[in-house]
């Protein structure tokens, strides 16, 4: 038991120092010489992008916007996927097993027919054109 408690020292070390820190930052914010209770007009103000609001927030916008947004989520997010996959499958050592790499290769390659698939049918359907 002793033995266990000395391997693990330093995280417990560690884990004091982050809760040490963070409680003396909390701390420090509530001094007034540290950050001075003004508060103006400017910092009263909504932010909009860095620019003065000057009409009224509820416009409609194109849903365009959203479209594109989502579409890049998507793609960019599941093309993500495709690292994990690449690293372990070509690892020397501790990458997947020799059994298993003809599944996972043959689901990998489902997946990229998938995600092509999704694609074409995006740039088909006009998802794409910025009109």
Request: proline residues 5%; glycine residues 6%; charged residues 15%.
């Amino acid at each position: 038991m002793e033995q266990q408690v000395q391997n693990f020292f330093p995280v417990f070390a560690y884990l004091g120092v982050v809760v040490c820190l963070a409680l003396s930052i909390l701390a420090l914010t509530h001094l007034p010489y540290i950050k001075p209770w003004k508060d103006t007009t400017v910092k009263s103000m909504p932010y909009e992008s860095g620019m003065d609001p000057v009409e009224d927030a509820r416009q409609h916008f194109d849903v365009k916007f959203y479209l594109i947004a989502i579409l890049f989520l998507i793609f960019d997010v599941e093309l993500l996927f495709l690292y994990p996959w690449a690293v372990s499958a070509y690892a020397k050592t501790g990458g997947i097993p020799l059994e298993l790499r003809g599944i996972v290769f043959g689901s990998m390659v489902a997946f990229l027919v998938l995600m092509a698939i999704s694609y074409i049918y995006e740039w088909r359907r006009g998802g794409f054109r910025w009109r």
